[in-house]
């Protein structure tokens, strides 16, 4: 008798135990479900301002981060800014017409080797944002519109603020920055003139090439 009233105890809490689990995996879901649906919904001037105020709060607690630790600017920006970016099309928009004609290899060569490129080339500007703040400006857009632009300030403690835009676009999953203007330059203009030229002179694995040496130094 005792055997058994043993076993019955020990079954009633395995089963609530699994049902505890269940349960906790259940919300869990729920939970980053509804965050899934909450950042569909969420409206471009308020993705930029999160992701900008979440960016801004990580370099500000972090020494490191702040001095341009390039692997953990890598870490940051995998973990807050890629999600919303639209990567592909923006190297594929500053590589040019070369894209279409590289090869599914090469593309992905070229967006690994131009994520590089920018994390080394504006490392430095990270010590400048930690005394800032951001400023998000009013967007003016139509309820059917698919592209915007969201135009902010990183204000510091003294002097002038620095204007920053995004170019982004309406995907299934939320909205996306493809490019983005730092003082009235477009960073995939920019850099489509300098591509432009190292494929007419070496060609797409020429451009892989000068930007892998880039990114080694």
Do not use: C
């Not at 709060?57 to 639209?86: S, Y």
């Not at 939320?174 to 995939?188: E, F, H, R, S, T």
């Amino acid at each position: 008798m005792v055997t058994v009233l043993k076993k019955s105890v020990r079954a009633a809490v395995l089963s609530l135990a699994l049902s505890g689990a269940s349960f906790a995996a259940f919300t869990g879901a729920m939970l980053a479900s509804t965050s899934a649906v909450a950042q569909a919904q969420e409206g471009p001037e308020a993705l930029i301002k999160r992701v900008s105020g979440e960016a801004l709060d990580r370099i500000q607690k972090d020494p490191e981060l702040a001095a341009g630790d390039i692997k953990k600017i890598n870490v940051m920006i995998d973990q807050v800014i890629m999600p919303h970016v639209n990567f592909q099309r923006m190297t594929a928009l500053a590589v040019g017409r070369s894209w279409r004609s590289a090869t599914p290899e090469q593309q992905k060569q070229l967006q690994s080797e131009f994520r590089s490129l920018l994390v080394r080339s504006y490392a430095n500007a990270f010590a400048a944002a930690k005394d800032r703040t951001i400023r998000v400006k009013p967007v003016r857009m139509e309820a059917a519109d698919t592209e915007v632009t969201v135009n902010t300030e990183l204000v510091p403690k003294r002097g002038d603020p620095v204007t920053v835009g995004y170019r982004l676009e309406k995907a299934a999953d939320g909205w996306k920055a493809y490019d983005v203007n730092i003082l009235g330059v477009w960073l995939v203009d920019n850099y489509r003139n300098q591509f432009t030229q190292e494929i007419n002179v070496k060609g797409v694995d020429g451009l892989i090439k000068s930007l892998a040496e880039k990114n080694k130094g």
